[in-house]
């Protein structure tokens, strides 16, 4: 299955903002993560924009990617850009310990 150049291009932006958090955290333990706050917020800005390019891929690209939780990355970036304030931080330490490895082979396969 072949991938419109969009697509492509949008797979390849959130493959960056997914390394810049990776260069950004990865000699952090949890909790340096916890008292840097300009970390925070750099990671919650890259989650942002992540999901932001999410919620542009087509539709036909994201029905062909059901393993991937689409509608919880934009939901992310919904929460992050609008309601700041709700984040939970131990949350977001997770997703980049969790989610963000997955996302990002993902991403790479697609390139």
């Known amino acids: 299955m072949s991938i419109s150049d969009r697509d492509r291009?949008?797979?390849?932006?959130?493959?960056?903002?997914?390394r810049?958090?990776?260069?950004?955290?990865?000699?952090?333990?949890?909790d340096?993560?916890?008292?840097?706050?300009?970390?925070q917020h750099a990671v919650c800005m890259s989650?942002?924009?992540?999901?932001?390019?999410a919620n542009h891929l087509s539709d036909r690209f994201i029905e062909n990617h059901p393993e991937i939780e689409w509608i919880q990355i934009i939901a992310v970036r919904n929460i992050a850009a609008h309601g700041y304030w709700q984040l939970n931080m131990e949350q977001i330490w997770q997703a980049i310990a969790d989610d963000l490895p997955t996302?990002?082979?993902?991403?790479?396969?697609?390139?």
Do not use: N, P, W
Not at 32 to 39: G, H, L, N, T
Not at 47 to 53: A, P, S, V
């Open 103 to 111: 996302l990002q082979k993902f991403l790479i396969s697609q390139l």
């Open 47 to 53: 989650l942002i924009t992540i999901g932001e390019y």
């Open 9 to 18: 291009t949008l797979c390849a932006r959130m493959l960056e903002e997914i």
């Open 32 to 39: 340096d993560f916890m008292r840097d706050e300009i970390v």
């Open 20 to 30: 810049f958090i990776s260069k950004t955290t990865l000699v952090m333990s949890h």
